[in-house]
């Protein structure tokens, strides 16, 4: 009897100790993920450089929604990141005006307010200035600045909001205001609440044993070295084929991503490193849109990048974490917009202008 009870004491001692390494294991790779990783903000905070007023959010989700700010009518800034599709347009590059195809593909316009920047090189310092770049291109919206204004100006309900959203001004309707507008709204579009930012703010159950796996491999192996901070990635700029360059027709020779904005010759084949918050609901992966599998994006990322052989089931694992980056996502009605008036320019079709893409 004495040595079944002293056999006992062992075996609980034995789990005891199991249980309390596990728990400091579990502990140590918490505070791992809280030193690289932030979780994304429940509620909307001020941010530099934006105001953030109900007038102006509202009349930048008017003009977000509004396919006459195109050319032809056709095209609003929804199309190509379609906030029922976690902000992408699901294809492998962008529609435009004229059934043109742009050159890359559409990265979310989700949590995009905390990118160091915006577009695939960087071009745009911010989401103001990112809102004026589709407008303009030839493959997108093809449009103009002076005709954005005439169409804005000539629908009375327009120029009302505009008048309120931006009260301090004497000529509110114009090219800039309308960006502004559309970044204040933008700027809302987040997706908190993920498995993944529980986790980081506290909640150790947040996330499941594969999930954990799956995290531990992604800083382990070196993935958090560029995809870290509150959008798990969007912070920073690195070549696409550090160790390995993938095929031609994932990396196209073509583009030569950051080089054509700095000229620098170290900057060619740079890209600004996409946010992966939400990833599973946005393929297709790389700029160039060529990879549908996020599996297989992984993969490759892993001998390009990083100069390892990533095995099925490290993959697997990472993918499984990434997975519980999927926020909840924004519930926006659908304005109904003002009708246009006998002075609103109509819509024209044929391609011309700038050709510039994401």
Avoid at 201 to 224: E, P, V, W, Y
Avoid at 300 to 309: A, E, F, H
Wanted: some cysteine; aromatic content about 8%.
């Amino acid at each position: 009897m004495k040595k079944f009870a002293f056999c006992l004491v062992l075996l609980i001692g034995a789990a005891y100790a199991g249980y309390v390494l596990a728990e400091k294991d579990s502990d140590e790779l918490m505070q791992q993920a809280q030193s690289q990783f932030k979780p994304i903000p429940t509620e909307l905070q001020e941010i530099e450089g934006i105001t953030l007023t109900p007038e102006r959010i509202e009349l930048g989700k008017w003009l977000y929604f509004d396919p006459r700010l195109s050319k032809s009518w056709l095209i609003s800034c929804n199309t190509c990141h379609n906030l029922a599709l976690g902000g992408v347009d699901l294809e492998e590059t962008s529609i435009g005006h004229g059934w043109a195809k742009g050159p890359r593909n559409a990265p979310t316009v989700l949590n995009s307010v905390f990118n160091i920047a915006q577009f695939w090189d960087g071009r745009a310092e911010d989401l103001q200035a990112q809102a004026k770049g589709p407008v303009q291109a030839g493959v997108e919206m093809n449009n103009t600045p002076e005709r954005v204004e005439q169409t804005l100006k000539s629908i009375p309900e327009y120029v009302q909001r505009f008048r309120k959203a931006f009260p301090g001004d004497s000529n509110p309707v114009t090219f800039d205001n309308m960006a502004d507008a559309i970044e204040a709204f933008e700027a809302t579009l987040l997706t908190p609440g993920s498995p993944f930012d529980k986790y980081l703010n506290g909640d150790s159950q947040a996330l499941s044993k594969a999930q954990k796996k799956g995290l531990k491999l992604f800083m382990n192996k070196g993935c958090s070295t560029c995809h870290n901070g509150i959008n798990v990635g969007g912070g920073s700029y690195h070549p696409f084929g550090v160790v390995e360059k993938p095929g031609s027709k994932i990396l196209p020779e073509a583009d030569k991503g950051r080089f054509v904005v700095t000229e620098t010759a170290s900057d060619k084949y740079v890209f600004k490193v996409p946010s992966l918050r939400n990833i599973e609901l946005t393929p297709p992966y790389f700029h160039s849109g060529q990879v549908w599998d996020l599996e297989q994006a992984v993969a490759i990322m892993g001998s390009s990048q990083l100069g390892i052989k990533l095995s099925r089931n490290e993959t697997a694992a990472i993918v499984t974490f990434l997975k519980t980056l999927t926020g909840e996502q924004p519930r926006v009605e659908y304005p109904i917009l003002p009708p246009h008036t006998k002075g609103t320019p109509l819509p024209v079709t044929g391609v011309s202008g700038n050709v510039a893409g994401h």
